[in-house]
């Protein structure tokens, strides 16, 4: 059974632009989370989608959003980007209890 | 809002050693735990999940442990090798809520030593 897979792997992009991240999930799971990861704060709950709804979501500014498709496919977007933003962003699908993590994409903002 | 404390912050052990990794959490209704290990740069490997109805899970060399009611986890690792070494993340789940929602500590850094 295929993991969960991130794309891109890596992304530079520059403050004021925006970026869409996606992530396939392990097949057969409904439910899509997002998290960020900064050395300071830590791994940090983005949102959570079920079924194409935003069930769940975290304490960021309405710049971080996201979304799925009816095939579980999940998209995040930034817009706006600012250097903070600067981060692992990982993603998870759960078919029931448990949660499968991504690789990630590192997201550069210069 | 829930916490989540993991202690000690990094861990050095010679190979061989047995050793515990600890956390906290400071609400105690939670649907579960999950301990999961990160290599740098890497995503999250899944190590453990203990629902809240039970005490322990065993895979392998690891040991976790759940005492909901004091809010503690412990993850027990024998016979401790250089390829353990990363960092370990404890994460609960609260009940009452989404189920999918994980809040995390920050982790031990455990590096062992040949």
């Known amino acids: 059974k295929a993991g969960v897979t991130q794309t891109p792997r890596y992304l530079i992009k520059t403050r004021g632009q925006q970026v869409t991240l996606s992530c396939s999930p392990i097949s057969g799971h409904r439910s899509v989370s997002w998290y960020q990861q900064t050395p300071g704060q830590g791994l940090q709950f983005l949102f959570e989608?079920?079924?194409?709804?935003?069930?769940n979501k975290g304490n960021f500014p309405g710049r971080f959003s996201g979304r799925q498709f009816s095939n579980s496919r999940s998209e995040m977007n930034v817009s706006t980007l600012e250097l903070g933003d600067s981060a692992l962003y990982l993603c998870?699908?759960?078919?029931?209890?448990?949660?499968?993590f991504g690789p990630g994409t590192r997201l550069t903002v210069l | 809002k829930q916490e989540v404390t993991q202690i000690p912050a990094a861990l050095s052990v010679p190979e061989g050693e047995n050793l515990v990794l600890n956390c906290s959490f400071t609400d105690s209704a939670i649907y579960n735990l999950q301990w999961f290990r990160q290599d740098p740069g890497k995503g999250l490997t899944s190590l453990l999940l203990i629902q809240s109805s039970q005490r322990e899970q065993t895979s392998g060399r690891l040991n976790a442990s759940l005492d909901k009611s004091s809010g503690r986890s412990t993850l027990y690792i024998a016979a401790s090798q250089p390829g353990d070494s990363a960092t370990y993340l404890c994460?609960?789940?609260?009940?009452?809520?989404?189920?999918?929602?994980?809040?995390f500590g920050k982790g031990t850094l455990l590096t062992v030593n040949p």
């Open positions: 998870a699908s759960s078919g029931y209890n448990e949660q499968f």
């Open positions: 994460a609960v789940s609260s009940s009452g809520g989404s189920n999918y929602k994980l809040t």
């Open positions: 989608y079920f079924s194409e709804t935003q069930r």
